[in-house]
């Protein structure tokens, strides 16, 4: 699901949801971002509580992509900060919008650490923390023409022996279809509706992002299961 | 707490820790007014779950002011219904703040239904609902002032027999000083921080909003208690 730069990308019913729920319902960028990062953090606490860390210190790396799904994981590690996990950014490519800036202000002014470059030597980031959580790249990014840092990124990704966890789609999958020789997540958090590649992933997946109007999940045919009590997320 | 609308409030920690948290830490206003109305259902489902509502239908009143608490109370009114609640709006008067009016758009596109006026005779408010949410006037309302709709809406609140729930601060009451004769709430939501009004709150009194970063709550002296898990909000 993205809402900024969603350049040339097919027309699919999850797309026009997207752009009823802007246009229509008025819901805004920054309240969605908010909302997608909060219930990401949640997910996360859930798949990983801090008792069941492998490692003494609460460590995750969050991988930041360029777009929307970058920001999300932004409000996801300041969320994390403040459920007393250790969160250490690598964001390799800032982005110009106003509204990904000030996400990426927010955790800099909590002291949240941001790498300035991602360890080449696997064994190190192995060593430094208990997950991985991958905020690269959305629904909206072109899998079959990723560029640098991001290329790069992706094959240290998938030499790692820590969980990963991805954010709404698997950094480097076809948002249509699950990746045979791509990044091997453990844990999979779709946000507001699971798209077609998580269909048959076999990790923990959850549904994470309560929000959408009643009309809009009819319409679409989303068929979502119900959330239990005031949970924002469900494990499906 | 508020953001938008601060006319010649008394400069206050509280007022100053709201500025720095939007210039230096650049959170926007609907961000939080988001994570606020959010915290705000939530803590209406704690006090007040379905399961213990007194009438067949889980009705609720949100009374809704022109600035900040009011579009508070529509995000509470909109999360309460994804909570399977029936909330009710009275909005009397609108913003002309964009922010303000997306939020409100939010709410008439779920089908949320608004009252064009407020019934006179208290007796069918008390009949037709369970629980009446004031998120009228906010911290920055001038209580020797208070003109219409809102002195007429108070005259009725005092009135009304059903649980009145407030959001941040009673409507009416001096942000600085509890109220006497003013309407008498079961339960408070302080958000972020409790306002000198709360100290001697003696009903229900919540704390939500969990977002305050570290620096900001040491350097105003807050001495926030510890949200337990993952809780946003702590009955204190």
Redesign the interface.
Known sequence: MTLINNQDTTPTNHMSFCTELMK?????Q??LI??WG?AC??AI?KAYPLSSLAKKQPTVLVICGPDQNGSIGLVCA??LR??EYEPTIYHPKRSSHS?H??FT??CE???IPFLSYLPTEVQLINDAYNVVIDAMLGPEADCSNIKEPYSGILVSLKQVKIPIISVDVPSGWDVEEPSQDGINPEVLISLTAPKKCAVSFSGKHFLAG??L???IQKKYELNLPD?P??DCLIEL
């Not at 229509?24 to 805004?28: A, E, H, Q, S, V």
Request: net charge negative; no cysteine; glycine share 6%.
């Open positions: 229509d319902y008025r819901f805004g920054q309240q908010e909302i909060q953090a949640l606490t300041r969320h403040m459920f509204l800036q000030d202000v927010q002014k909590m002291d309560r929000f109007p009643y009309d959330y009590g005031t």
